[in-house]
């Protein structure tokens, strides 16, 4: 079993965050997409307006790499939105453990701590979105107590971009 601590992430994480996001990313066949940086994050999710909330996993002192400074191994990224239904919710927006270190409790400590944190907050729930073809992450999601809505309840996600974003806020 796999040793790691979870922890909230901190400005000085955020080159091993962008990391990761880029693992993901490849992961998801999907690295053309990442279009921001470092001090984006830092800015972000440390500076005066926080958008994100970010807890990572890093391994205990035996694996720390040979400047001492630990190596994230994972992290959990969300941000808090309100539901008209119900009130305050979560937007998980990655849950990503590096393929070593999966299957050995680091995803799920992960998910409890940003379930305990969203409780403290009065979330009433956590909503994230997974791709179809990721069934080892559907089947995770399925362990941990998640719902499929589009199945259960036919709810679509859908994304406007920012070409289309500007288009409709051009609009005479």
């Not at 693992?23 to 001090?39: F, G, N, S, Y």
């Not at 270190?101 to 305990?116: F, S």
Request: aromatic letters at 12%; charged letters at 30%.
């Amino acid at each position: 079993m796999a040793q790691f601590s979870i922890r909230l992430a901190t400005s000085t994480d955020c080159e091993e965050i962008m990391r990761l996001i880029k693992e993901l990313a490849e992961h998801d066949k999907m690295a053309h997409t990442v279009e921001i940086d470092a001090e984006v994050l830092r800015r972000d999710g440390f500076g005066d307006e926080k958008w994100f909330t970010c807890l990572v996993a890093e391994p205990v002192p035996a694996e720390k790499t040979e400047s001492d400074t630990p190596k994230l191994i994972g992290h959990a990224f969300w941000f808090y939105t309100f539901r008209t239904e119900y009130g305050r919710s979560m937007y998980i927006e990655d849950l990503y453990v590096q393929e070593h270190y999966r299957r050995k409790g680091v995803g799920r400590a992960l998910w409890r701590e940003a379930a305990k944190i969203g409780l403290g907050k009065g979330c009433r729930n956590i909503v994230w979105s997974c791709l179809s073809w990721n069934k080892l992450a559907i089947c995770f999601y399925d362990r941990i107590g998640g719902n499929d809505v589009t199945v259960k309840e036919d709810w679509h996600t859908f994304r406007m971009d920012y070409a289309e974003m500007k288009k409709i806020a051009d609009e005479a």
